[in-house]
């Protein structure tokens, strides 16, 4: 293998690793801010806008808050039934 891929290094994994759902949620906020609007003149076109996005989001991101409990669960579907039609008409 490394005489075809000298640079390539083998890494065993485990399959259950937490990283490989933020890996996910990186490519799925790749997917649609940057390469969803599919209208790239060539491939160069492609990866300024994403070294571009790299920059930006480098500069903005913050860490995710994880922390969700049946309380916020709670709050939340309360929030929502207040903007459904229904709701208010069973109150």
Known sequence: ???AW???RLVHLPVHASWLNQIEIVFSIIQRKVIKPADFADLAAL???LCRFEDRYNHTARPFDWRFTRHDLAE???RLD???PEATLAA
């Open 76 to 78: 939340m579907l309360q």
């Open 6 to 8: 000298p640079n390539a």
């Open 1 to 3: 293998m490394t005489e």
């Open 47 to 49: 990866a300024d806008r």
């Open 82 to 84: 207040t903007h459904h």
